[in-house]
């Protein structure tokens, strides 16, 4: 998907929800478990009752691989299951060495399908790259995230007082353009948006951490949001768990539209 | 495996050499494509011809992701056939929020049963920590790497002109122990492992980009060795793809050989 239409997906839908498919065994309804596969079945009740308040799914990659093989069957069979008008995410937080992104490239908008995938910064250019290289596809690059540990080396101060998480805004931009990458910036360092909106004002920004993680939707739009809107925000365990009874999926839809209905108007406060 | 038996095994075999299984299906022998299971079996061929001169077996996820559920099998393949005296790693760069960082670790080690995986260190502490709570299991973060983009963030000076790797150094070493935590340092920056050994002594090493890389094995010894060896060099394609001819392992089993008597040579002369 282009930015083009991921702009006007968000206009028509009056949305820019992402909902992150952290799919857990342990945590689904036990009414589930008897399906031949239970994390294809939830994730696909989801969908199907959320789809309409959202533009994007975001599987977590990792809860699909520590099931092995039967993991990623349900990760393909969910992928081809999300309408083609909405956009996907792979969080898989990749990166390696020239030839070895550009395999994990492949795995991701090969292989399977994907429109994006979240990459780590860490090994510098060729790790990121690779993933550049494909039309209409998208890396979305760790810049500064929502956990703990994101103050641990992320807030590092070179000598001109400039942040980690600056530099690689400041030096990965120039890899890609608005087009082909957007960046990862959690909710939970809602003040500090407006500074990178000033070294990246064009590009989409994906802000996990609203919900669970304690992050503020108003604060994310008032320093995040620019004139193409310009942000995913993501939800995940506030969404997809909000029941594990019967009536899980509408539990979903429902907080799943309490964050669209304050998303549409974020937008036309914005002229959006 | 532990410490104590990694040691004992470079002992005995006289060998810190680690084989990188980076197995691409373009690059291997023409012969094997009729098998049901190409990667898998020249994995098989590769291990039987070259477990005596190797310490270590490091495939590389990405290439077993790229060819979606199909490869996971190959890759649990060849995991199980790996000798159990021989150390394994993930060569993954995972790392990513605590509750994913915990699905990654049980992916690697207990689905699957790899003694160690590669973590990439640029979200802190909460994404290396849940690697940490395996008993015999390792994680291996990425400290300073071999490629070009290696140069782009992790040399990065802060105030007091300490590098950002440093700092990962610094930072990380208080996460585990020397029984549970080993770092990637890149042979192409060998002489910078003499500052690394200051700041960790004792912490093994993997060090790729021997070979391929431009890396030179004399030089990691001198910077790098430490009085346990402390070192595990890994070569991939100068080995794996030393022929792609009928007798592609009679030639891996030579390349490796030719590393392994270099390397018995440097481990008595370090009295090892």
């Known amino acids: 998907m282009n ?5 006007s997906q968000i206009k028509k839908k009056r949305s820019f929800l992402c909902i992150g498919l952290d799919t857990d065994i ?16 939830f994730n696909k009740q989801i969908i199907d009752a959320t789809k309409q308040y959202c533009v994007a799914y975001k599987p977590n990659i990792a809860f699909y691989e520590s099931l092995g093989v039967k993991g990623w069957e349900s990760l393909q069979k969910t992928l081809s299951y999300i309408p083609k008008d909405i956009f996907t995410i792979a969080d898989a937080k990749r990166g390696d060495i020239g030839n070895t992104s550009d395999m994990y490239a492949r795995a ?3 292989t399977m399908n994907f429109d994006s995938v979240t990459v780590a910064p860490y090994m510098g250019s060729d790790s990121v790259v690779p993933f550049l290289q494909f039309k209409d596809k998208w890396a979305i690059v760790l810049a500064l995230t929502s956990n703990k540990g994101g103050l641990d080396f992320q807030t590092i101060k070179d000598a001109d007082g400039q942040h980690l998480f600056e530099q690689v805004l400041e030096t990965s931009k120039q890899w890609g353009t608005a087009e082909n990458m957007m960046y990862v910036v959690g909710a939970t360092r809602a003040q500090q948006l407006a500074e990178i909106r000033v070294i990246i004002p064009d590009h989409f920004l994906l802000v996990p951490g609203v919900g669970a993680q304690g992050g503020n939707l108003q604060d994310v739009a008032k320093y995040g949001m620019n004139t193409d809107c310009g942000l995913l925000v993501n939800s995940s365990r506030g969404i997809i768990y909000a029941s594990n009874q019967l009536n899980f999926a509408e539990m979903a839809a429902n907080e799943a539209m309490k964050l669209q209905l304050q998303m549409d108007v974020l937008l036309s406060e914005n002229n959006l």
């Open 108 to 110: 991701f908008f090969e």
């Open 3 to 7: 930015k083009k239409e991921l702009i």
């Open 26 to 41: 342990k945590k689904i309804p036990a009414h589930l478990l008897d399906a031949d596969d239970p994390i294809f079945e």
